[in-house]
C-alpha cells in the first residue's frame, strides 16, 4: 500500500532535547512538508522541500532542522533552541502542484 | 506570504440542512485549489479539488470564483458524520517554478440530530 508514514505516534521530550520525527513516504512523490499544529489552530509550515539534497524554511522555522537525503524520507529535528515544541507534528508529500497526502502525525509532549 | 482567509464557525446545523464555508485568498497568481476534511486529532484527507468550471461529488460540490478570488464548499443533506473540520488549500506558484501551499485557518461543522 503507498502511503505515508510517521513515527513515533506519541513523543515525550525533556526540556533542552533535540528530538527526530520520522517521516517516509512509498508514493514517488517530489515535494515533502512539515506543518506543526496547536489546538484550535490551522496548519503552520516549517519546511518544505522540493527536491532531494534541497529545502526551504516555511513560517516557523526556527528551533527546527530537516534532511533530504533520500526521497522517500525527510526527519524534522526538533532542537532545544524551539521554546514552546509541544505540538502536532503532521507531515505531507505531494507531486506539485496538486493535492498534499498526510501522514498520521506525531504528538510531541515537553515534560 | 499570501494569506488564506476561512471563517471558524463552528457551523451548528441540523441533519438534513444544506451548509456552504467560503474560503477567500489574496494572491492571485494562486493555481490549485482543495478542499481538506480534519476530524479531531486526526490528520487532513482531501476531500476535493476545486475546479475553475465547478465540480461535484455526491453531496458536496465545490466552486472557484477567481475574479473574486474565492472557492466555496456547499454540502447538502448534512449528515452526524458529516461534523469535522474543513480546511481549504491554496497552492501558489514561486519564482524557479516550485509550489506552496497555504491553509486556511479551517471552519469548523457541527451537525445535530
Known amino acids: 500500500d503507498g502511503g505515508i508514514t510517521q513515527s513515533p505516534k506519541y513523543l515525550f521530550r525533556k526540556e533542552g532535547q533535540n528530538v527526530t520525527l520520522s517521516c517516509e513516504q512509498n508514493?514517488?512523490?517530489?515535494?515533502m512538508y512539515w506543518y506543526r499544529q496547536d489546538p484550535g489552530q490551522g496548519l503552520r509550515l516549517i519546511y518544505y522541500s522540493q527536491i532531494v539534497n534541497d529545502f526551504q524554511k516555511g513560517d516557523i522555522a526556527e528551533g527546527y532542522s530537516v534532511s533530504r537525503e533520500k526521497k522517500e524520507s525527510f526527519p524534522l529535528t526538533v532542537t532545544s533552541a524551539q521554546k514552546n515544541p509541544t505540538a502536532f507534528y503532521l507531515c505531507?508529500?505531494?507531486?506539485?502542484?496538486?493535492?498534499?497526502?498526510f501522514g498520521p502525525g506525531t504528538r510531541l509532549t515537553v515534560l | 506570504r499570501k494569506e488564506v482567509e476561512q471563517d471558524p464557525g463552528p457551523f451548528n446545523v441540523p441533519e438534513g440542512a444544506t451548509v456552504a464555508f467560503n474560503c477567500t485568498y489574496s494572491?492571485?497568481?494562486?493555481?490549485?485549489f482543495f478542499w481538506y476534511r480534519q476530524d479531531c486529532r486526526k490528520e487532513p484527507k482531501l476531500l476535493m479539488s476545486?475546479?475553475?468550471s465547478g465540480n461535484e461529488d455526491g453531496r458536496f460540490t465545490a466552486q472557484l470564483n477567481r475574479a473574486s478570488q474565492y472557492i466555496s464548499l456547499l454540502i447538502r443533506d448534512s449528515k452526524l458524520s458529516d461534523s469535522a473540520t474543513y480546511l481549504c488549500v491554496v497552492n501558489s506558484s514561486l519564482s524557479g517554478g516550485s509550489y506552496i501551499p497555504t491553509f486556511g485557518r479551517g471552519t469548523s461543522l457541527i451537525v445535530h440530530p
Open positions: 476545486v475546479y475553475s
Open positions: 508514493l514517488n512523490h517530489d515535494a
Open positions: 505531507a508529500s505531494s507531486n506539485r502542484p496538486n493535492e498534499q497526502f
Open positions: 494572491n492571485s497568481a494562486s493555481q490549485s
